[in-house]
């Protein structure tokens, strides 16, 4: 399994991003999928998830600014990321279990004016 995470990038606060996740090696449509974020100096925390149907939850530090979607077609996850805030500075990592716990290799948000 791999996961291979973009979108990434430097942002103004109030600022919207969208990442991409693009996944191989597993049967993506049977798959949860989830975004992750580690802020520096913090612990990785769960920003949002979606189930293999389509149903997502988030993060209350996200809910409402973020939504979490995939495209089983192409194999993809996304996380459209709005009003964002210095808050939101930190790596983004995609994820999933089959098996056992991937991650992809992460990439950077920093939200700064």
């Known amino acids: 399994v791999q996961l291979q995470a973009s979108g990434g990038g430097l942002v103004q606060p109030g600022g919207s991003l969208r990442l991409s996740c693009k996944a191989s090696?597993?049967?993506?449509?049977?798959?949860?999928m989830a975004w992750y974020r580690q802020p520096p100096g913090k612990q990785r925390e769960v920003v949002a998830n979606?189930?293999?149907?389509?149903?997502?939850n988030y993060a209350d530090s996200v809910k409402g600014r973020c939504t979490i979607s995939r495209d089983n077609a192409r194999r993809l996850v996304h996380l459209q990321m709005n009003s964002l805030s210095p808050d939101d500075t930190a790596v983004y990592y995609c994820n999933t279990y089959w098996g056992r716990t991937y991650w992809g290799q992460g990439t950077q948000v920093t939200v700064s004016s």
């Open positions: 979606i189930t293999s149907s389509g149903t997502s």
């Open positions: 090696g597993m049967n993506f449509g049977a798959a949860a």
